[in-house]
């Protein structure tokens, strides 16, 4: 059973940065597609960043430029690093993970983390 643990949130100021980790159990190698997903008060959840087992990514027009998703095939972790951070960045981040093909609907991912919570104050 896959379990992802994330960590690295916290509260910031607009215009820095921070980094989130998270890792995965459970299973001997990352998962094809691993993926950053957000949801801020009432609002829907939504795509952050994407990355694939070859490395490649995506990105949410919202952050592009900004966020960086990468991932440690060694130590079983994916991260996010957010930098130039604005205060509509503010959610509670997800990690997600997938056995297949990356997919922008977060409905099509089958594990989930926690959630660790941004807040990003003007």
């Known amino acids: 059973q896959v379990q992802l643990v994330e960590s690295g949130g916290g509260s910031v100021q607009a215009g820095g940065s921070l980094k989130l980790s998270c890792v995965q159990f459970?299973?001997?190698?990352?998962?094809?597609?691993m993926g950053w997903f957000r949801q801020a008060p009432g609002k829907e959840r939504e795509g952050v960043a994407l990355i694939d087992s070859q490395g490649s990514m995506r990105y949410a027009d919202a952050v592009k430029g900004r966020f960086t998703i990468s991932r440690d095939n060694v130590k079983n972790t994916v991260y996010l690093q957010m930098s130039s951070v604005k205060p509509e960045d503010t959610a509670t981040y997800y990690c997600?993970?997938?056995?297949?093909?990356?997919?922008?609907?977060?409905?099509?991912?089958?594990?989930w983390g926690q959630g660790t919570q941004v807040t990003v104050s003007s």
């Open positions: 997600a993970a997938r056995f297949s093909y990356c997919s922008e609907a977060w409905r099509d991912f089958g594990y």
């Open positions: 459970g299973y001997s190698y990352l998962t094809d597609c």
